[in-house]
């Protein structure tokens, strides 16, 4: 496969993507909103954000031109920031599966990057958002490394003249990233352009521990691991930060607002790597619950919750239901470590999958400014 060359970028231009670099994310807060959750965007409390990403737009393969899923988006911004004025908001495109099966072959030739980039940046501005979220799940090859890098310059150049000729504030511009290797194969992300173009980018240190497959229940998310294995802390600590080299202030841990449902060998032995049959489910939440519906498990299904400490994480148990997940003591932990790491913030995937009185939100926002 042809190998794109990068165009030359003039004294002008570059002075253009310094001065929009990190223009107004000095910290994020974030959290990702998904149309199809059953959470109307009226019904956001965005007082515990500084950032709400509006997921997913999609890529048409043979256009190259982004489309939007709901109308919901095109009042996204106006709505949330009746209660928020400063929120910002971001239009985040592609995510998992078939969402993001369009980019590489976009990412491959300049004329598809072009069209891509052209249109993300007319319909942020047309629909009021205030920055672009690129969900790529995941580049996989030395080719998808090499084109996102050729992305990513020409997406930042092109933020930056648009800013210049418009007089606008510069369009944000961020990604969500894998947490680990577990996931995929980090070293086929561009770390210096990354750091170069990106005013941050949001790690998923989550789903790294599924009942699939899985003979003992597990942490889905843990931020430490002492058996040496996959963790939050690895991730970016370990890979994103000392592999890649991407700096602290560039990076945003992740919070899973779910969990997964293992199902016990034995109902009497309930602790972290109990045996287990595979997936599980709860009453109201299936095999991959959410918050709320987890809170309901444990109110009013009897389910007895436990922190463990040494791996930041939380479970519960009923009879042969277990289940691991993150509450509220996960989540201060977390924000914590985010914030003696230097990172640039953290951010919730997704944010209708907390219970009703904003609890792991208000948590994660009152850690971060205490």
Known sequence: MKTMASPSL???????????????ADEVKGGYWYYDSGLDPSHIDATHFTHLFCAFAKLDSTTNQLTLPSTSFSTFTQTVQQNNPSVKTLLSIGGGGEGSSPFPAMANN????QAFIGSSIQVARSNNFHGLDLDWEYPSS?????NLGLLLNEWRAAIAQEASSSGNTPLLLSAAVAGSNQITDLQYYPA?????????????????FVPDGAGSTQPPAPLYNPTGLFSGDQ?????????????????????PFYGYAWTL?????????????GAGSIPSGDSVPVYSDIRSFINNDGAQSVYNSTYVTDYCYSGTTWVGYDDTQSVSAKVNY????????????????????????????????S
């Open 10 to 24: 003039n004294i002008f231009t570059i002075l253009l993507i310094l001065l929009s670099s990190n223009a107004e």
């Open 265 to 277: 060998v034995d109902a009497n032995d309930h602790g972290l790597f109990a045996p287990g049959t």
């Open 192 to 208: 210096e352009e990354i750091t170069n173009n990106m005013d941050w980018v949001n790690v998923m240190v989550y789903d790294l």
């Open 110 to 113: 300049s004329t598809s990057r």
């Open 142 to 146: 030395d080719t998808d490394k090499t």
């Open 338 to 369: 985010a914030k003696e790491l230097g990172l640039i913030g953290y951010f919730a995937w997704q944010i209708g999958g907390d219970d009703d009185n904003w609890t792991l939100s208000k948590t994660a926002s009152d850690a971060w400014e």
């Open 235 to 255: 991730g970016i600590n370990g890979s994103w930060i000392n592999q890649l080299g991407v700096p602290p202030n560039k990076l945003a841990i992740g919070l």
